[in-house]
């Protein structure tokens, strides 16, 4: 398979992401080798309509973004998926970079490292131990734009449709499938969740909600009720 040749499908969950939304989608720089798709959870502001100025494939569906995604990668048309979230730039040649990384032996997904929008030294700190973590688990969150083969993807059945830690639930499933790569050139993500909710707070709770789930087993839909998906 010469991945060089191979088409990418963008595929971004969003809902109520008017702010901000045109300066991230024209940050993508999409050639024909890319589409975008982009699948509104039933947004009330004007998200549609500025997804539909850079693309037709939207769609709408009831918000949840495992269902989303599903959604998403139903529709798309490539060879490789990139799940990338509203609020998250990726880094300069990301599509090269993507379809190099799974050219290699046994590949069949992968992630960038995380970097937050912010001068904040705090935010350094938080970068590295979420670095860290994901390298050590193989585990990346779903803001570190989680890509891998569709073909790999329709194999797993998709992302399992749970409220919330569909992310590491699918990076899981994707270790025990073949290599997932982790890519030191960083993705840049939004601090708005850190500034809304406190950078202290946000920190230790999803530490916590990630030690619960994968090491305790607590489920998706006990923990969903310590995690805001609205913050925006």
């Not at 995380?114 to 779903?142: H, K, M, Q, W």
Request: glycine share 6%; hydrophobic share 40%; proline share 3%.
């Amino acid at each position: 398979m010469n991945m060089k040749d191979l088409k990418i499908s963008v595929i971004m969950p969003v809902l109520n992401e008017e702010k901000g939304l045109e300066k991230k989608l024209r940050s993508l720089n999409l050639t024909e080798s890319e589409e975008l798709i982009i699948v509104d959870g039933g947004s009330s502001d004007r998200t549609v309509e500025i997804a539909s100025d850079f693309t037709e494939l939207v769609y709408c569906t009831q918000s949840g973004r495992a269902r989303q995604m599903n959604l998403g990668a139903r529709k798309a048309g490539g060879d490789i998926l990139l799940f990338l979230h509203a609020d998250c730039i990726l880094p300069e040649h990301a599509f090269q970079i993507i379809r190099a990384t799974l050219s290699r032996n046994n590949t069949v997904a992968g992630a960038f490292d995380l970097s937050i929008d912010s001068p904040s030294p705090c935010f350094r700190v938080i970068e590295r131990g979420a670095n860290i973590r994901s390298r050590i688990t193989r585990t990346p969150y779903g803001d570190q734009g989680i890509f891998m083969i569709k073909d790999t993807f329709e194999e797993l059945g998709g992302y399992a449709d749970i409220p919330i830690m569909e992310d590491i639930e699918i990076a899981r499933r994707l270790n025990k499938k073949g290599g997932l790569a982790l890519i030191r050139q960083r993705i840049k993500a939004s601090p708005r969740r850190w500034q809304k909710e406190g950078l202290f707070y946000t920190s230790v709770r999803d530490w916590a909600l990630a030690l619960a789930y994968t090491v305790f087993h607590v489920s998706p839909e006990r923990l969903i009720k310590y995690y805001r998906r609205d913050v925006r």
